[in-house]
Nanobody, 125 residues
Framework: QVQLVESGGGLVQAGASLRLSCAAS????????MGWFRQAPGKERDFVAV????????DYADSVKGRFTVSRDNAKKTLYLQMSSLKPEDTAVYYC??????????????????WGQGTQVTVSS
């Protein structure tokens, strides 16, 4: 079993940057693909980014390509999301999630087995 804890959210102005972290417990972090999702009030949870288990492959939602970068440090059991040029529409609760198929770049939230509690990101205009 894996427990995930996000941190790094906050209130920023448009154009600013933030780095989210997701700390994992358990022995198998390095075998999981890891994803970031976000959910704005009244909306469905949307895919943001995914990184495969060894960090060699990533994929992004079109809305964040070129602005967000996902990375991981398997030795530290930590996942990151570097967010730049933030926009008000990026405002949401951001969740990290673990996918047991380590080679997958799955964009659908179904199939992700473990989820964090989320961290709020608010971007003011």
């Amino acid at each position: 079993q894996v427990q995930l804890v996000e941190s790094g959210g906050g209130l920023v102005q448009a154009g600013a940057s933030l780095r989210l972290s997701c700390a994992a417990s358990g022995r198998t972090f390095s075998s999981y693909a890891m994803g970031w999702f976000r959910q704005a009030p009244g909306k469905e949870r949307d895919f943001v980014a995914v990184i495969i288990s060894n960090g060699a492959g990533t994929d992004y939602a079109d809305s964040v390509k070129g602005r967000f970068t996902v990375s991981r440090d398997n030795a530290k059991k930590t996942l990151y999301l570097q967010m730049s040029s933030l926009k008000p529409e990026d405002t949401a609760v951001y969740y990290c999630a673990a996918l047991t198929r380590g080679w997958s770049t799955r964009k659908s939230s179904s199939g992700y087995l473990y989820w964090g509690q989320g961290t709020q990101v608010t971007v003011s205009s």
